[in-house]
């Protein structure tokens, strides 16, 4: 009777586990999904023949400066793996990318509206300061909802855009966890708002809700290169 009793309360605790899991912050609504691109974003990037950044900045200056292509690109993230995918499958989630700026745009950014992630190859920087991949979500979610309490962020999510810098030389992979911890820190920022805005989840919107939020949010995300040379933090 007693092993009966254990048995039962470790398959209930095995059962908690399980649904605690399949309810992180990795799964992604339907309605959520959506706020992760727009319909000019269809033309699927070859994830896996980029090696270094320099690979994908090359494609994508190509096909966008030199063959002009129209729609925006778009990647699959893999939110188990945390990993881009060529294709999707039951895991993925589709990303909507900014194409590069060709040589003869002139256009000047607002600095407050570019959240810019740094990774050389001993530490990652956001707005100059010394952090952790898994603390990304924390910039993202200033960047998009400080409202102006703070100089340095927007004063809005409206525009944004994130920047992920690294040398050209870098491993693309070594992206990859940067990328997933921006899309999980913009979808907090997504959910933040609408509780805030409306006092309701993102589910419970009204079609008017919804689109008023899908307007304000809206992810922008890039690649960038930075010739900074690699430097090494000293804890002091």
Known sequence: MINIFKNTISVIFLLLILNSCNNDNSELSKR??????????????????????????????????????????????????????????????KIGLEPPLCFDAQVEFDPTMILEIVKDRHNITIEGEYTEIDSIPIYVKKQMLSLGDDPNYSIGALGNGIWICTNKDDNFENLYPFIYESVIGFIESAREYSNMAYNKDIEDLNEQEFDELSKEFSLHLSFKYTDEEASIKLDL
């Open 32 to 93: 959520e999904q959506t706020l992760l691109f727009q319909s000019y974003h269809g033309f699927i990037l070859p994830i896996d023949s980029f090696k270094t950044l320099n690979d994908a900045l090359i494609y994508l200056d190509d096909t966008y400066c030199l063959k002009h292509e129209e729609q925006w690109p778009i990647t699959f993230l893999d939110m188990k793996s945390h990993s881009l995918v060529s294709k999707p499958n039951n895991n993925t989630v």
